[in-house]
């Protein structure tokens, strides 16, 4: 599927898998009222795209780079089993007061999706 095929909210997430941010910096790319509306409202576009082979949802793990920085990386995919329940979570929709970004959700793009199939 290429992204001329795909609707708004569902390219607002191709988006932000590209984008290396957490979850709820989806709602910067959604327009109103999704943008602002409740978290499951969202659910099922995300994982609409998750079904088709598009995305993936991960939690952000450490990292250290080769020079010795600390950082993070996606880790594993979350199982679709358990994704329902993980993005019922209202929390995994908001920014975090502390900036961490350690453990949170980030979308990834699966190959396939990069290669518009």
């Known amino acids: 599927m290429s992204t ?62 080769p020079g010795g920085t600390a950082g993070y990386q996606p880790g594993p995919p979350i199982s679709r089993e358990d994704l329902p329940d993980v993005l019922a979570a209202a929390e995994e929709w908001e920014y975090p007061d ?3 970004w350690l453990g949170k959700l980030t979308l990834v793009q699966t190959e396939s999706c990069r290669r518009g199939r």
């Open 4 to 65: 001329s095929e795909m609707s708004d909210v569902e390219y607002a997430f191709v988006l932000n898998a590209t984008e290396m941010d957490i979850l709820p910096g989806v709602r910067g790319d959604l327009k109103e009222p999704l943008a602002s509306g409740p978290a499951e409202d969202l659910v099922p576009f995300l994982l609409a795209l998750v079904d088709r082979g598009m995305v993936e949802v991960c939690r952000y793990i450490p990292w250290t780079t």
């Open 98 to 100: 502390d900036f961490e």
